[in-house]
């Protein structure tokens, strides 16, 4: 058996098998609150949220996590190829040909692991989770010990969301270091991860910056100035999901971006560059790729590790659904899970919906399973590689039960990583 197969399977047995390892989430729980409470925060995750956190580490290989981190790598160097990026701007709205000089902070590289390594299902521009998987790292190595390696956990992932956010800044021609961040979303205080923003807020302060959790229609432009909440705002920490900015709700955003008022991350050219799921299709042709100028090692990794995935087409309807127990059907802009069917679960109603446009359709990967206790249900599984610049910063799990990822399920939610020594 080759080396990182075996590997695989010695992961996969502990997913299977291994119930005596276990995050006290009460403790957890407490450090995060802690954590917020420090800074005047609000924080009662236990009432609010009792599926944020799973108990149960999902264990990793050292071999697939090499293979994840080079994979983010080799999607960074495509999306620097003049020919990807024509292609992709191809497709997006006017505002992602503004570029602003900032690279997206806050990338998500979704994946499932299969016996042939990890594969690529998605890329995400507003990842959420990062601050929250970071408590769980600290979690983990309290609980497990010389069972985790230094590998996976990165107890300064806080600093390096700070130093991320600065970066942006100088990226987009700024000097020194932004002195006042907005983080930015619908209604904030009714989204699901709003005590992730609050972690932020904390880490910001506690580096000298200014922070302020907003809504878009608490953003007003005053001339060259946009502010919030009465006090001026140099970057935002972007979390909504109109990855165009095209909602009349968030025309001072859309026009501090343009204006080059204030640094926007992510921002519409980000999704473009690298979130539209038409992407994929590009990103695992190794043959288009090579084509473009990406170095032919890095085209034949993306080729094996994105699962084959193309753009629905009402001509193409009879054979997808001959085919569509072996597939998975994303919209174009799709983002935490909605609007996704696994194939075997349409119906002709839904698929006719599809057909209608707007959606890929992708080689179906099952996600992993993890079986937290002898006599418990198996929980599905995918990890999820924070990145930027091409780094990984973080790795975190999600655990969940059903079609697709939710915080609903019982044992389910943000899981750490354990990767084998």
């Given amino acids: 058996m080759h080396r990182d197969q075996a590997a695989f399977k010695a992961a996969e047995a502990l997913n299977t098998n291994c119930h005596c390892v276990n995050v006290e989430l009460s403790a957890l729980r407490a450090a995060v609150e802690a954590r917020l409470t420090a800074d005047g925060l609000p924080a009662d995750l236990a009432a609010s949220h009792p599926h944020l956190f799973s108990r149960t580490p999902v264990f990793l290989s050292a071999a697939h996590a090499r293979r994840m981190a080079g994979t983010v790598r080799a999607v960074e160097a495509a999306a620097a190829l003049p020919a990807y990026r024509e292609a992709a701007l191809q497709w997006a709205p006017a505002a992602a040909r503004h570029d602003s000089g900032a690279r997206g902070a806050f990338l998500g590289f ?15 521009t507003n990842a959420g989770g990062g601050f929250l998987a970071a408590m769980l790292g600290d979690a983990a190595l309290a609980c497990c010990g010389s069972a985790v390696t230094q590998e996976q956990v990165h107890p300064a992932f806080e600093q390096r ?6 970066e942006e800044w100088r990226h987009a021609g700024r000097a020194g270091r932004p002195r006042s961040i907005a983080i930015v979303d619908e209604a904030p205080e009714s989204q699901y991860l709003h005590p992730e923003f609050l972690l932020a807020q904390s880490a910001l302060r506690r580096s000298g910056i200014q922070a302020v959790v907003a809504s878009p229609g608490e953003l007003q432009l005053h001339g060259r100035a946009l ?25 001072a955003l859309r026009e501090a971006y343009l204006g080059g008022i204030a640094v926007v991350t992510p921002n ?3 999704h473009a560059l690298y979130a539209d799921k038409r992407l994929l299709g590009l990103l695992g042709d190794a043959a288009w790729l090579r084509g473009a100028g990406l170095d032919p090692a ?83 599984f995918d990890v999820r590689n924070f990145a930027y610049g091409g780094e990984v910063q973080l790795l975190a799990a999600r655990l969940w039960q059903g079609q697709t990822t939710n915080f609903r399920s019982e044992g389910g939610g943000f899981a750490p990583v354990l990767i084998l020594p």
């Fill in 268 to 270: 519409p050219r980000a």
């Fill in 110 to 124: 979704d994946f499932h692991l299969s016996a042939d390594g990890p594969k690529l299902i998605e890329i995400n």
């Fill in 298 to 380: 890095l085209a034949g990794l993306l080729g094996e590790v994105v699962p084959a995935t193309a753009t629905v087409r009402r001509e193409d309807g009879a054979r997808l659904w001959q085919e569509r127990k072996k597939l998975f059907f994303k919209p174009f802009a799709g983002y935490g899970s909605r609007g996704a069917y696994r194939g075997d679960k349409l119906t002709r109603r839904v698929f006719e919906d599809i057909l209608r446009g707007g959606y890929v359709a992708q080689a179906l990967v099952p996600p992993g399973e993890r079986i937290p206790a002898e006599d418990g249900a198996a929980l599905k």
């Fill in 227 to 251: 502010h919030a909440r009465g006090e001026s705002v140099d970057l935002v920490y972007n979390r909504l999901t109109d990855f165009s900015l095209e909602a009349p709700a968030h025309r």
């Fill in 161 to 166: 969301a700070v130093d991320m956010l600065v």
